[in-house]
Nanobody, 126 residues
């Protein structure tokens, strides 16, 4: 599996960005997908996740209502729409894939995710 995130950049507070993550190598619809982020000198943390068919999503409390995860199984892509961005959203954002066939419900634990992309930088200026 290969994951490639894109769409990061520099934006002013209150602005919006849409991250995309292209998936290749295996059947996309067999994987739950997640977005995580890591700020400088901090641990990588959960942002949002979507199950294999897009029917269920989960968002971390600080982004709920501002960020929305979605997926397009026809185009093997997962998205993160980020609105009302804040300086504290500044981080490298990573997409990750979790094989849905292991019986473990999708979620926020980094340990559940089998494949990771290289990340894309999001910087929000005040």
């Amino acid at each position: 599996v290969q994951l490639q995130a894109s769409g990061g950049g520099l934006v002013q507070a209150g602005g919006s960005l849409r991250l995309s993550c292209a998936f290749s190598g295996r059947s996309f619809s067999m994987y739950n997908m997640g977005w995580f982020r890591q700020a400088p000198e901090k641990e990588r943390t959960f942002v949002a996740a979507v199950n294999w068919n897009g029917g269920s999503t989960s968002h971390e409390d600080s982004v709920r209502g501002r960020f929305t995860i979605s997926r397009d199984n026809d185009h093997n892509t997962v998205y993160l729409q980020m609105n009302s961005l804040k300086p504290e959203d500044t981080a490298v954002y990573y997409c990750a894939a979790d094989w849905a066939g292991d019986g473990v419900p999708y979620g926020s634990s980094l340990r559940n995710y089998d494949f990771w992309g290289p990340g894309t930088q999001v910087t929000v200026s005040s």
